[in-house]
């Protein structure tokens, strides 16, 4: 495997559901990022970490649970989402966040949430 | 005002047309200016970024940044139905203030 990959590339959930949607870099970066892309959006920045510490959360509901055990592996915790929570779902990584100028995208997860 | 804007398109062109894809800007703090594409259902790619002012080429692409006018430009030339895709603009400063995307323009490069 190369580059960014997240799995699965696509989910349907209920409401009620709780699922988790996994990234792993192996581009040897430090910082990984969540996006959400809805359409016609811009890329909506969800959570940042740097060397696996959390450096972001732009003010993402608490639905949206992130983990980073590692500076190779981001999870996003899914929990009680919204019909309106459907959308891509982006992983990026980074050398570290100082270097946001060369992030590289995985392929992402759609998301449906009935 | 939208820190970054860009218009969605669709922009339709045919095979071998010179393509002008466009982005302004409001924050004249952003130091780096990226454009991505993005296939359907894949993720965004990395095509150029520059540093401040000026023109970077690299192949049938070139980048252009104009700060003094907030405006940056991302030129095809002898553009490829392969070139169909959807170009996002992004800009950031150093400090680790997170990126800001534009909404991405559509392209359809007709055969």
């Known amino acids: 495997e190369t580059g960014v990959t997240q799995t699965p590339r696509h989910l349907v959930m209920g409401m009620t559901n709780k699922k988790s949607l996994k990234c792993e870099q192996h581009l040897g970066h430090n910082a990984m990022y969540w996006y959400k892309q809805s359409a016609k959006k811009p890329l909506e920045l969800m959570f940042v970490?740097?060397?696996?510490?959390?450096?972001e959360n732009n003010s993402v509901p608490s639905r949206f649970s992130p983990e980073c055990p590692n500076s190779s592996h981001l999870f996003l915790h899914l929990h009680t989402l919204q019909p309106e929570d459907s959308a891509l779902y982006l992983c990026?990584?980074?050398?570290?966040?100082?270097?946001?100028?060369?992030?590289?995208f995985g392929p992402g997860t759609r998301l449906l949430v009935l | 005002q939208k820190e970054v804007e860009q218009d969605p398109g669709p922009l339709s062109v045919p095979e071998g047309a010179i393509v002008s894809l466009n982005c302004t800007y409001s924050n004249s703090a952003f130091q780096y200016f990226m454009w991505y594409r993005q296939y359907s259902r894949k993720g965004p790619e990395l095509l150029m970024y520059?540093?401040?002012?000026g023109n970077k080429e690299d192949g049938r692409f070139t980048a252009q940044v104009d700060k003094s006018s907030k405006y940056i430009s991302l030129f095809i030339r002898d553009s490829q139905p392969s070139d169909s895709a959807t170009y996002l603009c992004?800009?950031?400063?150093?400090?680790?203030?997170?990126?800001?995307f534009g909404a991405g323009t559509r392209l359809f490069v007709k055969a």
């Open positions: 990026a990584s980074s050398q570290d966040t100082s270097f946001q100028e060369t992030q590289y």
């Open positions: 992004a800009m950031s400063r150093t400090g680790g203030f997170k990126t800001i």
């Open positions: 520059t540093y401040s002012s």
């Open positions: 970490y740097n060397f696996k510490e959390q450096t």
